[in-house]
T-cell receptor
Framework: GQNIDQPTEMTATEGAIVQINCTYQTSGFNGLFWYQQHAGEAPTFLSYNVLDGLEEKGRFSSFLSRSKGYSYLLLKELQMKDSASYLCAVSDSGGYQKVTFGTGTKLQVIP | DARVTQTPRHKVTEMGQEVTMRCQPILGHNTVFWYRQTMMQGLELLAYFRNRAPLDDSGMPKDRFSAEMPDATLATLKIQPSEPRDSAVYFC??????????????FGPGTRLTVL
């Protein structure tokens, strides 16, 4: 099974940078996802890391360290629309796409 | 614009009634997932299918829940009988699984179920 831990809530200021951490303990590992979920909406895909290191995509970057069971999502130049929950999810081994989600970090961006 | 669709979007029912939720995955996707989301538990995987065959339904209470894929364009999740603790948002997601790799899942808008 998978155990995923991330902070429940965070607050950050518009224009700033915020880092959302995720730690996991797994029986199998085939990659780590980050999804964004606005209130009342469905999750949408942000990033996928399978190798150690940093993946950059515009204002969002995601980092993975498999040896430490650790990932973070970095959001730069925060905008009010970034207020949402950010879900860390770990994929089981074998490429079957069985994914276990963390409970999410609710980010509030303030002016 | 390919997207996952779910019906109904909202459902209010009384305890003991049968509830059926439907999902149409994105055309060409070979994997379909059912999730349940509550404030307390977050997003929980209930079941998932590959090429219409059930791969894992260990997250689903077997006595009252059932999931099927009658054809490639329709997945159903049924609760019979429903209970107040089943109140949640139920998401369907689809994706394209390739050997040894993982890809993003595309989520439908969800069905918000309230059991009174």
């Amino acid at each position: 099974g998978q155990n995923i831990d991330q902070p429940t809530e965070m607050t950050a200021t518009e224009g700033a940078i915020v880092q959302i951490n995720c730690t996991y303990q797994t029986s199998g590992f085939n990659g780590l996802f980050w999804y964004q979920q606005h209130a009342g909406e469905a999750p949408t895909f942000l990033s996928y890391n399978v190798l150690d290191g940093l993946e950059e995509k515009g204002r969002f970057s995601s980092f993975l360290s498999r040896s430490k069971g650790y990932s973070y999502l970095l959001l730069k130049e925060l905008q009010m629309k970034d207020s949402a929950s950010y879900l860390c999810a770990v994929s089981d081994s074998g490429g079957y796409q069985k994914v276990t989600f963390g409970t999410g970090t609710k980010l509030q961006v303030i002016p | 614009d390919a997207r996952v669709t779910q019906t109904p979007r909202h459902k209010v029912t009384e305890m003991g009634q049968e509830v059926t939720m439907r999902c149409q995955p994105i055309l060409g996707h070979n994997t379909v997932f059912w999730y349940r989301q509550t404030m307390m538990q977050g997003l929980e995987l209930l079941a998932y299918f590959r090429n219409r065959a059930p791969l894992d339904d260990s997250g689903m209470p077997k006595d009252r829940f059932s999931a099927e894929m009658p054809d490639a364009t329709l997945a159903t999740l049924k609760i019979q009988p429903s209970e107040p603790r089943d109140s949640a948002v139920y998401f369907c997601a689809s994706g394209l699984a390739l050997t040894g790799t993982d890809n993003e899942q595309f989520f439908g808008p969800g069905t918000r179920l309230t059991v009174l």
